[in-house]
């Protein structure tokens, strides 16, 4: 069981680049959810998604796209990349959405957006 | 605006000793409280998960405790140890999304020998 796995740890990006942060889980989970973490504040929801096919915006979702198009993974998509999308992304999933369940997070991605 | 506030934002302490951490919440009607420990550069990692009819809960060195009726949580670090140093996160979620977790910002505590 590899868990969370997150792909790159580290990126810099120009501005008005592209790319996406790769993220995969096997333990079956329905629920998967991509993070923010910034200095001094909780980490905030981008997007999420409960199952296949599924997917609906978090607190913070301009600028990014997800898809879920297998269990398995859910990629985090940076379409212009802007200065203020420097940022340590965290993805997490959990078994089902609902009470008592763990969530498990990934070990980070530190995107530096120059 | 449903909210989790943490104090204190740091702390340290001496190896050995005991702390007590704080988490209050506005979140309404609510779900679940988890508290959770994120090393320097890694992902957080989970301590506990309590429901609104638990009390408290323990891992080892670690006891969470809930009042619901206060919408209060803390978590006590008994005999500190060196590998406790980092941040612990409070993390809660209503009953009408318990999929939207909201997160506090964290309390950073530093274990010194």
């Known amino acids: 069981n590899a868990g969370v796995t997150q792909t790159p740890k580290f990126q810099v990006l120009k501005t008005g680049q592209s790319m996406t942060l790769q993220c995969a889980q096997d333990?079956?989970?329905?629920?998967m959810s991509w993070y923010r973490q910034d200095p001094g504040m909780g980490l905030r929801l981008i997007h999420y998604?409960?199952?296949?096919?599924?997917?609906d915006q978090g607190e913070v979702p301009n600028g990014y796209n997800v898809s879920r198009s297998t269990t398995e993974d859910f990629p985090l998509r940076l379409l212009s990349a802007a200065p203020s999308q420097t940022s340590v992304y965290f993805c997490?999933?959990?078994?089902?959405?609902?009470?008592?369940?763990?969530?498990?997070f990934g070990e980070g991605s530190w995107l530096t957006v120059v | 605006k449903n909210q989790v506030e943490q104090s204190p934002q740091s702390l340290i302490i001496l190896e050995g000793k005991n702390c007590t951490l704080q988490?209050?919440?506005?979140?309404?009607?609510?779900?679940?409280l988890r508290w959770y420990k994120q090393d320097t550069g890694r992902g957080p990692v989970s301590l506990t998960i309590?429901?609104?009819?638990?009390n408290t809960k323990s891992n080892g060195r670690y006891t969470a405790t809930l009042d619901a009726d206060t919408k209060q949580s803390s978590l006590h670090i008994t005999a500190s140890q060196l590998s406790d140093s980092a941040s612990y996160i409070c993390?809660?979620?209503?009953?009408?999304?318990?999929?939207?977790?909201?997160f506090g910002s964290g309390t950073r505590l530093l274990v010194r020998p």
């Open positions: 988490c209050n919440y506005t979140v309404s009607p609510f779900s679940n």
């Open positions: 993390v809660v979620s209503g009953v009408d999304s318990s999929y939207k977790l909201i």
């Open positions: 997490a999933s959990m078994f089902q959405a609902g009470t008592g369940n763990t969530i498990y």
């Open positions: 333990m079956n989970h329905e629920y």
């Open positions: 998604s409960v199952g296949a096919g599924i997917t």
């Open positions: 309590m429901t609104f009819s638990e």
